[in-house]
């Protein structure tokens, strides 16, 4: 589980395809902090971690992530937003995360408002009912809060140390990201409809 609170920026330095997995290797200054089998989200996406030392750490990412993550684009110098795993003895800053991506959107604009950032998403209209104005929403591991909702978009507004500390100051018009919608919305439309 996470918090959304983005720890450190990876860059994917090697990229190898194992059938219809892809193993990645990523720097980050996390690295020598890590251990093998620890979860880590990547974009919001939780994969365990395979190998690391003290520059490096290797994930390997299932065919099923990358149907439904922004991953199938990844290249080697790609910008990964990671945070490690929420520990239960501290602050909850961000809002409770899984790791599970939901749904992939597409930035359909972008605005630069003298220091602080507007981007809007459009995402698929089934899940339209999971989101809500003023809600929390993860978009590529990164805890925020959504408004202008329609039933097929929504607008986050990004501060100028989420822009430099998150891959949101590399993100433009018509690139993908990986959204994971509030789970407590998703228990309540459950228990609504059963």
Known sequence: MFTGIIE???TV???DKNGKNIELTISSSLSSKLRIDESLSHNGVCLTVTSCNEDVYSVTIIDESL????FSKIKIGSKINLERSLRMNGR???HIVQGHVDDIATCIRKVDQENSWLFTFQFSEKFSSLIIEKGSICV???SLTCFEISENKFTVAIIPHTYSNTNFGLLNEGDIVN???DILGKYIKKMIKG
């Open 67 to 70: 149907k439904k993550s922004n």
């Open 13 to 15: 330095e090697k990229f």
């Open 8 to 10: 450190s920026i990876g």
């Open 179 to 181: 959204l994971e919608f």
């Open 140 to 142: 590529n591991g990164v």
């Open 92 to 94: 909850l800053d961000g």
